[in-house]
């Protein structure tokens, strides 16, 4: 079996699992995938199965983080010329924070 196939503990993966989201769901996980640097289907089984959604830092994920501040950036002048804030871009800012804590973190240990 190939490798891409197998997960982190080298079990067969050949079960398939499809479900519908929302335009507006598809964006949020699109956006969590890039932001963890992880694969779509390693991301929402982590999440799945509640296990911990680890962030390695590595130029993919700056690059999805410098990309999604500025698209949040655009939203918050948005917001401040006086339309709504919505609770997707609450999400985004959220999660981005809390990865760059991670990072943070991760830089200052010994």
């Known amino acids: 079996m190939s490798?891409?196939?197998r997960d982190e503990l080298g079990r067969w993966r050949n079960k398939t699992v499809a479900f519908h989201v929302s335009p507006e769901e598809d964006e949020q996980i699109e956006i969590a995938v890039k932001l963890t640097g992880l694969t779509k289907q390693d991301y929402i089984t982590r999440r799945l199965l509640c296990r911990d959604v680890v962030v390695q830092g590595n130029p993919r994920v700056f690059k999805a983080l410098r990309d999604q501040l500025a698209v949040v950036l655009t939203e918050l002048r948005r917001v401040e010329s006086g339309s709504p804030l919505n609770e997707e871009l609450l999400m985004?800012?959220?999660?981005?924070?809390?990865?760059?804590d991670g990072l943070k973190e991760e830089t200052h240990v010994g």
Not at 92 to 100: F, G, H, Q, S, Y
């Open 3 to 5: 490798l891409k196939n």
């Open 92 to 100: 985004t800012i959220n999660m981005i924070a809390d990865i760059l």
